[in-house]
């Protein structure tokens, strides 16, 4: 199980924090996944996106991606 952190930190900080090893595996590695992180009452919530959704960001509004897009972008 994964543990809320105790209070908001940073990109670099979530990244330290997040474990490695989990039993907690988000996604499929058929189905390509875009998850994006929110702190809700001092919990992180994750939001998740596949295929032609659009990526929505409450950190960037305007954001105008697909999924699709961003795997693209990377290849």
Same mark, same amino acid.
């Given at each position: 199980?994964? $543990? +809320? %952190?105790p209070?908001?930190v940073?990109?670099?900080?979530?990244? +330290?924090? #997040?474990?490695e090893?989990?039993?907690?595996?988000?996604?499929?590695p058929?189905?390509?996944?875009?998850? *994006? #992180?929110q *702190?809700?009452?001092?919990?992180y /919530? *994750?939001? /998740?996106? &596949?295929?032609?959704? &659009?990526?929505?960001s409450?950190?960037?509004?305007? %954001?105008? %991606?697909? *999924?699709q $897009?961003?795997f /693209? +972008?990377g290849?």
């Amino acid at each position: 199980m994964i $543990q +809320a %952190l105790p209070k908001p930190v940073t990109f670099d900080e979530f990244i +330290a924090w #997040y474990p490695e090893k989990s039993e907690h595996h988000i996604g499929n590695p058929k189905r390509p996944t875009f998850s *994006v #992180y929110q *702190v809700i009452d001092g919990e992180y /919530q *994750v939001t /998740q996106f &596949r295929g032609d959704d &659009r990526v929505v960001s409450p950190t960037f509004p305007d %954001l105008n %991606l697909t *999924v699709q $897009q961003v795997f /693209q +972008a990377g290849e």
